[in-house]
């Protein structure tokens, strides 16, 4: 995936790699430069089922900046500075028992999905404010690759081999739009209480949700707009907690693919839980422009008859 990246970059016309920002002095682009990587996996639990492994490469860059889709993403107020970045996404989900080579009707269907995320993030620093705006497009299904991909991990690492993937959700489209507002509520030199919001509408998540976020220890403010690396703290180590509820419209992972019928087995709307309740904490250590993150998650059950789950997520950046 970072390849891809790459290969887009060199693909812009030189215009836009000189002059990589349009001139806006109410709501400048930053200058900052980062790639970011992050592997979710529930083995670091000991289990293997539901979420089981997920990953995604981030790129921001202001040359995005130039790309005309920036016009469908909704703007902040003047005076905030603004971010752009593509993201490249894949999850992966499975029922409890992967060794069964059926289907296990009242669980989790297979689903794997692939998509890219265009983004804009407008920070206000004085209003202690961001708004995030995306656009995401890509596909579900077996063209994502999720058989191949567990299967070669388990291979390599000596676990069972999952044997349903055959009666996985469908290829689809995905299209969709997502939106997140953040503010915070308290603060001191060594504390950070935020709040948000969010709602996606798309044909692979439709939700609205809404929560906190907590951060303590050493670090930059939450709202400082990037800067150069050699002008951040020269060492940071905080950690993060987040509480989020989530009310659920249609999840395609569950629903299967809003205009397809050809799935092999998804499980219904009234067999989806409607409210979730997610939270999650971790540890951030950050050196210059280069961070390394260390998270777990945990969710409530999704759907009728299902557990509740829980998963790790480790993430590097790196400023260039």
Known sequence: MRLLFLLFLLRLPRPLLADPAPADSLRPVSPARLLRYTYAN????????????????????????????????????????????????????????????????????????????????????????????????????????????????????????????????????????????????????HAELLADAEASLGTLYTYAGTGLHLRAGQFRPYFANPSHPDKQPHWQLYGEATLTGRLIGYDATLQGAVFSNSDPYTLSASDVRRAVLRSSGGLVLTHGGSSFTATATWVTSEFAGGRSHRWGMLGVTGAF
């Open 42 to 189: 529930d083995l670091f639990f000991r289990t293997d089922y539901y979420f089981t492994q997920g990953m995604t490469l981030t790129l921001v860059h202001p040359v995005l900046a130039r790309l005309p889709v920036r016009h469908l993403l909704a703007v902040g107020p003047r005076g905030s500075m603004q971010q752009y970045g593509l993201t490249l996404r894949y999850d992966g989900f499975t029922p409890l028992r992967i060794q069964d080579a059926f289907i296990r009707v009242g669980d989790r269907p297979y689903a794997a999905y692939l998509y890219g995320s265009f983004f804009r993030i407008s920070n206000q620093p004085t209003r202690h404010q961001r708004l995030t705006t995306a656009l995401e497009i890509g596909f579900i299904g077996p063209a994502a690759g999720g058989k191949q991909l567990q299967t070669a991990i388990h291979r390599i690492t000596g676990n069972a081999e999952p044997r349903g993937w055959d009666y996985q959700i469908r290829n689809a489209p995905i299209i969709g739009y997502r939106v997140e507002f953040e503010q915070q509520l308290a603060a001191s030199r």
